[in-house]
């Protein structure tokens, strides 16, 4: 029997079991755990604590990352399998977490045969991946990456009010070392980066493909906050060329990106957008107005860089001339961006061949929710992931996880670390 084999059900099962209780409402079924809250540590901690007992080495990083090593016969260079274990608030028990118990699953699979690879394997659970939160994104593996910016660092906990920076120092981390952008992984020595997690979607489902294999994952621009500022006059009194009127310099803006995005689509340019909150003030409006004012958010995604720029640039045009034109004054403010990521071709195909010899049935796939991995691509260490099946639905205590594929799917990244055994 190979080692990889005894990957299991069970294995993962004890973990979600473990963590089952971290951060749940049972009113909802639903799980928050905030970046960097103790619940977020409750299940990194959990992770530490098992990896221990399998014997290997688990400590925290400068980042207050979990890190946990299984020592190869050459410490100079190491295989990183890594996700997250901050959650949305209600969301589900896997999203992040499915990664981290693959990832501890290889590695006690690799204890219990009593193999050592040729190179470190480093299993990481990630701080701080979800937006929600501090407003921005992967502040764990940016900091890991010495990637923080100083106007990170001052970013508040939306619950809270609190400071990354603050949380930071309560947690001993010397934020002067990642204000320098000091790095704790040097990224040369990484021969890659593998992270599992649940697809979020249903194509796989819809494919009756148990496993995904990622080549790119969609970068964004947004606004968190687009005001269209006009005049409020009566609906019947003002003549048409009169008139400011807010809602119709949004659905003009709106109507154009549309068209222009199904033109990229044509193109087969990945591109997708939406004004996720888009309302008048219900406090001003009424049926024999003319709206004065329209409030907007907007997430523009695309995995390749010059289409987001070129459709961001759009955004603004269009916005810019159908504001003039209503004289109707236009608020572009709260902007954050992530690159897209290409993954690496290699890794890709290596993965992808490992899957092959073990009779995974896999299907390659681009990520439309951003990941850590677009961090570790973006920084030169050559990345991929692996989706697992499931319910398809994510962010939402109805989230569920697939033994069958989870199984499948870290067998196939157990299969790629044997090349290295
Ligand atoms: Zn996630």
Redesign the pocket.
Known sequence: MEWWESISEDMLRQHFRAIGHIGLNPKTNGYTRPSYSPLESDALNYFREYARCLGLEAFPDEMCNLIIIKRGKTSARKIIIG??CDSVANGGNY??TAGVAAGISILEAIQDAGVTPELDIQVMGLRA??SQWFGTTYIGSRGALGLLTPEDLEKRRKDSGTTLKEYLLNMGVDTDALRRGVPTIPKENVECYIEA?IE?HTALLEKGVPVGIVTAIRGNKRHREIEFRGEYAHSGATPMDKRQDAVLAFAETAEKMDVQCRKYNEQELDLVFAFGEAHTDSNLHGITKVPGYFRAVLDIRSTHRQTLNDFYEFFRNVAGVACRRRNVELNLEGFFESQPAVMDEKIVSSLARAAGEIGVPYHYMISG?G?DAAVFANAGIPSTMVFFRHNGISHSPKEEFEYESGVLGTKAIAKLIDSYC
Do not use: F, M, N, R
Request: charged share 30%; glycine share 10%; hydrophobic share 10%.
């Open positions: 996700s997250h999203d992040g991946e979800e997690h979020q929710a990941h």
